[in-house]
């Protein structure tokens, strides 16, 4: 079994594989106070949950955007399994040709996404992972990486909202019960979800625009299901596109 870790800077997700089926998939807060012990005893916790033994681990992948986390996460798989562990970055071949200035700089789970697109979907595509950021990458037809956007994420700019003005309240982010807002909290979740959902449609016709053709569309990442639903372009909703990317770049390299 391959053990998958995708690391953000809010939630990491971990993942068991094993062919192609995803034994399962577990969302836990990235918390930069744990040691290695710690987070050694966490993935074991995980796998023992899901009457897995540690001996069944054959090999292991990371993907992070938390440099400082990275080290200690393949530290702490060493402390519970026995096998090669991986890390996404320069030099581990993920069969893309990478479009950029400076491809060093694409952030792993931008390109681990990518990956999965690509061999999962027909091109052009277009990936969005709404977690802390919302970042928009396009695949072109031939499979290369050609770029995309970085956004705010939906917390972000609900918390600078909430943080800069005396009077607006935190809330949740279910959907409010008509587009125009009678109360101050419908007002505030119409405008920061029917705002994200009309973002995502105009990025899209854009970027449709300047490619010069349709594309396939996909969102993941933890806030993707609430925005997806709200969008009028046809939107995939894949969860579990990380882990799979991952799965490919890890077999890719072994």
Avoid: W
């Avoid at 959907?175 to 994200?196: A, E, H, Q």
């Avoid at 639903?229 to 991952?246: A, E, K, T, Y």
Wanted: a negative charge; proline letters at 4%; aromatic letters at 4%.
């Amino acid at each position: 079994m391959l053990f998958a870790i995708d690391i953000g800077n809010t939630n990491m997700v971990i993942g068991g594989i094993e062919g192609e089926e995803i034994c399962f998939s577990e969302r836990l807060s990235t918390d930069h106070s744990k040691t290695a012990l710690e987070y050694a005893l966490v993935f074991k916790s995980v796998l023992d949950l899901h009457g897995i033994s540690c001996d069944r681990i054959s090999g292991a992948i990371i993907a992070s955007v938390v440099p400082p986390i990275t080290a200690l996460m393949k530290e702490a798989l060493g402390k519970i399994v026995d096998c090669p562990v991986r890390i996404v970055g320069p030099g581990l071949k993920n069969g893309l040709k990478i479009c950029m200035d400076n491809p060093a700089q694409v952030g792993a789970d931008l390109i681990v996404a990518a990956v999965a697109g690509a061999h999962d979907y027909t091109c052009p595509l277009i990936l969005i992972d709404m977690g802390t950021a919302t970042t928009i990458t396009v695949v072109d037809k031939d499979k290369n990486y050609c770029g995309g956007m970085i956004l705010p994420g939906l917390r972000v700019s609900l918390d600078s909202l909430t943080s800069r003005t005396s009077q607006l309240p935190r809330i949740s982010l279910d959907p409010p019960k008509r587009l125009i807002g009678k109360n101050t909290n419908d007002c505030m979740k119409s405008g920061i979800l029917y705002g994200s959902a009309s973002m995502l449609d105009g990025m899209i016709d854009r970027i449709e625009e300047e490619l010069g053709m349709k594309t396939t569309k996909i969102a993941t990442g933890g806030l993707a299901g609430t925005i997806v639903s709200l969008c009028r372009h046809d939107i995939i909703l894949d969860d579990s596109l990380l882990l799979r990317g991952l799965r490919y770049i890890y077999e890719r390299n072994s």
